[in-house]
């Protein structure tokens, strides 16, 4: 934990220095071009409660049926909307996890060196996976535990501060315009959340790993609502036009957390780790784009030796045009 502070009051040092005005622009944006693009891709949260169970198991894991998602895109000037929606089929075989639904919805916008998201995700139609080990009515063929009614949600407002002036997210995201050379910059990110899991009418774990004398054992429900901040570094670099960024960060929230085990509720405070991943890749010329794209948003709540983590991610490839603005013709010729 000493290190999580340390590294915040650093970065807070490194935005309160002077930064250095330069007088050419490493980016390029086509604010006046309209831009239209489509992306295709999947998203999960997997997750696992860790503890010491019966029968000398540590670790649960969570997975759900992964499903095809597309998405459509419209840009222009200050104005943004994007159409997401998933596609028929599943990515895993339904016998084994099921059919799973969900929702993720986003808004982000971008006010020069400062760069905000709002994220709303909803998950639903969890198994628990190789319950076989223990659950002798189940087999290597059919080795998951089908939770339908197990949910997953989260709901994030986060906020990154960039100390460089000339670091703009819209060209990073790739999609306005790009980088014409290398920027790097120490950022901030703030962070404000709530997530958690549950059952409306069971306990999370499995019968066989419940320890019927910890209230935490049959437990039904686990929430938590966080806030804190996130120091991090980024970096964004082009060549022959194909463009890499990458974002790395490790921070400390302070988390209000709960369990609920029937009709009991018990709520604590505490501290926990935050850990801010993403990545970009991909080809981008004046007139269209192509792009791959990951992100990850790492959760977890700790009730003493009880560990729930969540990992929330998405996995797109994103593929657009910018739309040069038709030129008037001008009439040359004049009465006279």
Request: hydrophobic share 40%.
């Amino acid at each position: 934990m000493r290190v999580l502070i340390l590294l915040v009051l650093l970065t807070l040092c490194n935005f309160i220095a002077h930064a250095q005005e330069l007088d050419t622009l490493p980016y390029t944006l086509y604010k006046n071009r309209l831009v239209l693009y489509s992306d295709l891709g999947f998203n999960g949260a997997p997750f696992s409660i860790k503890d010491e169970f019966l029968g000398g198991y540590s670790k649960v894991k969570f997975k759900h049926n992964l499903k095809p998602t597309m998405g459509l895109g419209i840009m222009y000037r200050w104005f943004s909307l994007r159409i997401g929606f998933g596609l028929p089929g599943h990515l895993r075989p339904l016998s084994r996890y099921g059919k799973s639904r969900y929702t993720d919805l986003g808004v982000n916008f971008n006010i020069k060196n400062v760069y905000a998201d709002i994220d709303l995700r909803s998950y639903s139609g969890f198994v628990v996976k190789d319950a076989y080990i223990w659950n002798d009515t189940l087999n290597e063929i059919t080795p998951n535990d089908f939770r339908p009614e197990t949910r997953a949600v989260s709901a994030s407002i986060n906020v990154w501060f960039f100390k460089s002036k000339t670091f703009r997210m819209p060209a990073v995201l790739g999609k306005v315009g790009y980088y014409e050379e290398k920027e790097q910059t120490w950022y901030l990110k703030s962070t404000l959340n709530f997530f958690g899991i549950g059952n409306e009418s069971s306990p999370l774990l499995p019968d066989d790993l419940i320890d019927t004398t910890q209230t935490i054992s049959r437990a039904n429900a686990m929430s938590a609502l966080d806030v804190g901040f996130v120091p991090g570094y980024a970096y964004v670099n082009r060549a022959d036009s194909w463009q890499i960024s990458l974002f790395g960060g490790l921070g400390a929230v302070m988390q209000a957390k709960f369990f609920r085990s029937g009709n009991i509720t018990r709520g604590f405070l505490g501290l926990a780790p935050r850990i801010d991943l993403r990545f970009i890749a991909g080809y981008t010329e004046p007139d269209y784009f192509i792009w791959f794209v990951t992100d990850f948003d790492i959760k977890s709540i700790k009730f003493q030796d009880t560990r729930y983590n969540q990992t929330y991610y998405s996995v797109k490839l994103v593929a657009g045009v910018r739309l040069k603005k038709r030129e008037k013709k001008i009439n040359d010729d004049s009465e006279i």
